[in-house]
């Protein structure tokens, strides 16, 4: 039998929300869900979002969750919240009171990082959920239309899910369809004094690399159907929804423990309350072996800006990086030594993973870099479009950093992409230092 009532959270939300504007922090207003784990499990295989279009992949995802919860091999998560205005997180109902006075304070810290921090400027918060309702609407139509049906629908999907990543990362950065880019091009051509654009071909497609392909498949793809189209655009402003979480996890979580940390300690807690408060924030914080736990990290990471600078520093820094810049600017020699971080690769000969630096005043850096590379969206290909030949061909190009492609998954890809264009592709990478096409 649960050991709180209703009344009593919202008594302890109240206090929570006052500590947090003495912290100085700007939120959304917050709606709580109550719910049950399966409730919970729904959520979490549809990424959150409770309004999502339906797909395979997330019926899947949730019978994979709820067998391994089942078996004991995986818990529930103790919060999950949606980036919108209001906020919406879910509480689940079997928990204990004081875990939900965890889950409340750290949900104000994550609604605090969607408000303020610069990367989610352009996710629209006020609208998301109404986008989102839509487009699944939109989504079902589709599939009981009895000329289109479920497997059109779904294969389409299938194949935009494979690219949904390929979109612009950096917010502020306006795309410029084809017809624009041209109006621009030609300007620059005629006030140019230097010479520069004498040998510019303003006919060529596109007219500089393309990071978005959903979007130019969309534009420049004259067999698609108009519900085709709108399931390319579909994907795509979803991505532009969750491509900020992925950026920011490390700082998101960061953000979020310690916010709870501060908060809870401010509470006048039962000391039974404030027991199982330590033990569950141990739980949350602890380190994972081989592995990045993004809530540890960046909670490590807060706590030594704070240290440091004062708590105005961690307010600052939440506001304009992303977790390559993040750590980028504040995981130095000392932390990396603390967290005792090290590299490691996978020697392709012998079939097995090696340690190949440990934290020290000649690795660190390296070590650092080679972390920043694995965040966020850092261990997803970019992949650009090069050129569209004048018989269809359209000519796709990885963005090689060092790292090369996983031949099998990059040949998965490459056929996706096959379903959403109508003419040929071609696809170029390097493979060990030697250029391959698909």
Not at 82 to 101: C, G, K, R, V
Request: with cysteine; net charge negative; proline share 3%.
């Amino acid at each position: 039998m649960a050991d709180w009532s209703m009344d009593e959270l919202q008594d302890w939300d109240d206090k929570i929300c006052e500590l947090g504007k003495e912290l100085g922090l700007d939120w959304y207003p917050i709606s709580y869900e109550i719910c049950d784990y399966k409730a919970m499990i729904g959520a979490m295989a549809y990424t959150g979002m409770p309004t999502h279009y339906r797909h395979w992949s997330y019926g899947k995802s949730f019978d994979r969750i709820q067998t391994e919860y089942d078996l004991g091999m995986q818990g529930l998560p103790y919060e999950m919240i949606i980036n919108s205005n209001p906020s919406i997180a879910y509480l689940m109902t079997e928990n204990p009171m004081s875990t939900h006075l965890l889950t409340m304070a750290h949900c104000v810290g994550h609604s605090d990082f969607f408000k303020n921090n610069r990367m989610f400027m352009e996710t629209n918060a006020g609208t998301v959920i109404d986008r989102f309702k839509a487009a699944g609407k939109r989504i079902q139509k589709y599939m009981e239309d009895p000329n289109i049906g479920i497997d059109k629908v779904e294969k389409i999907i299938d194949a935009c899910h494979t690219i949904k990543y390929q979109v612009p990362r950096t917010p502020g950065l306006k795309r410029r369809d084809h017809k624009k880019l041209k109006e621009y091009y030609k300007n620059l051509m005629m006030n140019d004094t230097t010479g520069w654009y004498n040998d510019f071909n303003i006919e060529k497609i596109p007219l500089e690399p393309d990071y978005n392909l959903l979007a130019f498949i969309r534009e420049h793809n004259r067999f698609l159907e108009e519900w085709e189209k709108d399931v390319l655009h579909i994907i795509e402003d979803n991505s532009k929804y969750f491509v900020p979480q992925a950026r920011t996890k490390i700082m998101n979580e960061g953000w979020a423990v310690l916010i709870h940390e501060k908060i809870i300690k401010m509470l006048d807690l039962p000391t039974d309350y404030h027991l199982a408060f330590i033990r569950l924030h141990n739980q949350v914080i602890r380190p994972h072996l081989g592995r990045v736990n993004p809530y540890h990290l960046g909670y490590k990471i807060f706590r030594h800006i704070e240290d440091k600078h004062g708590f105005q520093a961690c307010l600052d820094a939440r506001l304009s990086h992303s977790d390559e810049t993040f750590i980028k600017t504040y995981l130095d020699e000392e932390l990396c030594n603390e967290l005792n971080l090290f590299s490691f690769a996978y020697q392709r000969r012998e079939g097995v993973h090696r340690i190949t630096d440990v934290s020290g005043e000649d690795t660190w850096r390296t070590i650092r870099d080679d972390l920043i590379k694995n965040v966020g969206l850092g261990s997803v290909p970019t992949v650009y479009v090069e050129k569209l030949e004048k018989d269809g061909t359209l000519i796709l190009k990885h963005e090689h950093d060092g790292r090369d492609l996983e031949l099998s998954e990059a040949n998965r890809v490459f056929e996706h992409i096959n379903v959403l264009w109508s003419g040929g592709v071609k696809f170029t990478t390097i493979i060990e230092d030697e250029i391959w096409e698909f």
